[in-house]
């Protein structure tokens, strides 16, 4: 119903704003912002929501030549022979795996080195190490992994010193299958450490320093200040990156293990995405049965981003949505 206004003791009714007056009212007010968010919103448009149409090909016996359009459905039968595969319990196996260690030991990493930074005093030397920890992100993925190659080989450096110190034997570490998942999951730490603690320090430079001063009034070392002021203060922040870093449990990128796995080390090093790469580029170019997979994949990480975010709400009451 449209408001009334009293006007010289008569009642007059306002004209009722359509829709579109509306939102050309908004768009001359804040045309400048909606311009700026126009490449964003295409990018996403076009390189994410477009390609997914593309899933109906997980449900097809897809065709290069009929294409989406004139391939038949065939219902559940690429799902049905991926879990029917010999392969499926030995991919889902190593993708869990190294997922799992990289949370386990990748994730707290940027915090404790935020935490340790936080409590140096001495400007110089903390930019120092932030400089050098986060130098190793901007250098490319294929020279990491050639690094590694050297490195790691029968008479690479890290190896020669390894077997000086009698951990190991003088031999190519990387044809090792048992040393696959430590040696990806130690490089990814070593690479990407630096880069995240940049989340965390800017979540530690928030923190209200009468907290702190707070909790020396009452006795609190160091180290309880940790706990019960720092902490607390940031636990959104690390529970937030949490739930993010559980949604991409079976998102293992191909690229890192491609460049370093080799036959003799597939019974650990084979994952989801490098099986996708190599059947759907490499072999039997069978797009609908890769794709088939990609979902899977796709949609147990959005079931654990689900139960991630509802555990977290009812535990922490802190959550993405």
């Given at each position: 119903m449209a408001k009334v206004a009293l006007v010289q003791g008569e009642e007059v009714k306002k004209p009722k704003v359509s829709l579109g007056t509306k939102m050309k009212k908004e768009w001359n007010r804040n045309k400048y912002v909606y311009a700026l968010a126009i490449p964003l919103i295409a990018y996403y448009a076009i390189f994410h929501y477009g390609p997914m149409y593309g899933?109906?090909?997980?449900?097809q016996d897809y065709s290069i030549v009929d294409g989406i359009s004139g391939s038949p459905f065939i219902g559940l039968d690429n799902f049905i022979k991926f879990f029917e595969s010999h392969y499926f319990w030995r991919l889902i196996r190593n993708t869990l795996a190294l997922s799992i260690q990289n949370i386990l030991w990748g994730f707290p990493a940027p915090l404790i080195l935020a935490l340790l930074l936080n409590e140096v005093k001495h400007k110089k030397f903390k930019k120092a190490v932030q400089t050098i920890t986060y130098l190793p992100h901007f250098i490319s993925l294929v020279v990491v992994c050639g690094m590694l190659n050297q490195f790691l080989a029968r008479d690479g450096f890290i190896t020669s010193l390894l077997s000086s110190l009698g951990l190991v034997e003088q031999t190519n570490l990387l044809a090792i299958k048992e040393y696959f998942r430590t040696i990806y999951v130690a490089s990814g730490i070593w690479q990407e450490i630096g880069w995240g603690t940049i989340i965390y320090l800017a979540a530690l430079s928030g923190v209200d320093e009468q907290l702190y001063e707070a909790a020396a009034i009452d006795g609190a070392n160091r180290f309880k200040r940790l706990i019960h002021v720092t902490l607390p203060s940031i636990a959104p922040t690390i529970i937030m990156l949490f739930i993010l870093r559980v949604g991409q449990v079976m998102s293992v990128g191909f690229e890192k293990v491609i460049l370093l796995y080799n036959p003799q080390t597939y019974?650990?090093?084979?994952?989801?995405?490098t099986y996708i790469y190599r059947y759907?580029?490499?072999?039997?170019?069978d797009y609908g049965y890769t794709t088939a997979?990609?979902?899977?994949?796709?949609l147990i990480n959005f079931i654990l981003v689900i139960l991630a975010n509802q555990f977290s709400k009812k535990v922490s009451e802190t959550s993405l949505w």
């Open positions: 899933i109906v090909m997980a449900f019974e650990t090093a084979d994952v989801l995405s759907g580029l490499g072999g039997s170019f997979i990609g979902l899977f994949s796709s």
